[in-house]
């Protein structure tokens, strides 16, 4: 299963073509997908208008989605904010710790293009879907 996050959708919804985007594009109809409640909050917020916040809010739950927190995810993504930061590294945003830490407590791979998730592949364990699978 592959978690996209809000930094591809938010891309392909702008019709900004990326690496990314064109993954996604590629798996969608073709790979398991899912969405995070964090990530559809993120996304549907930028909606203007109800014709595109409508036919967003389709296409994404449509999708699996899953609960990004919880009490032992909230409790592993503050000892994994926690080692980074020994580590040297500032996580700037509280939201990609936790989207991190589900990703890697239930072993999904993570469709991002947010540098903010790079430390959790290279510290962490976190599964990258670079490039493409397809």
């Known amino acids: 299963m592959i978690?996209?996050?809000?930094?591809?959708?938010?891309?392909y919804f702008r019709g900004t073509t990326t690496p990314q985007t064109d993954c996604l594009d590629a798996l969608l109809?073709?790979?398991?997908?899912?969405?995070?409640d964090l990530i559809l909050v993120e996304v549907l917020q930028g909606f203007a208008g109800n014709q595109?916040?409508?036919?967003?809010?389709?296409?994404?739950?449509?999708?699996?989605?899953?609960?990004?927190?919880?009490?032992?995810?909230a409790i592993q993504a503050a000892r994994n904010f926690r080692t980074l930061r020994t580590l040297g590294v500032t996580v700037r945003k509280t939201i990609d710790t936790l989207i991190a830490t589900r990703c890697i407590e239930s072993d999904l791979?993570?469709?991002?293009?947010?540098?903010?998730?790079d430390p959790f592949?290279?510290?962490?364990?976190?599964?990258?879907?670079?490039?493409?699978?397809?």
């Open 52 to 73: 595109d916040f409508n036919q967003a809010r389709k296409l994404l739950t449509s999708l699996e989605v899953i609960e990004i927190g919880g009490l032992e995810v």
């Open 3 to 11: 978690l996209v996050d809000s930094s591809v959708w938010i891309d």
């Open 109 to 117: 791979a993570l469709l991002y293009s947010d540098r903010d998730f």
């Open 29 to 36: 109809g073709t790979e398991p997908l899912a969405v995070g």
């Open 121 to 134: 592949v290279k510290h962490l364990g976190l599964r990258p879907v670079h490039p493409c699978p397809l």
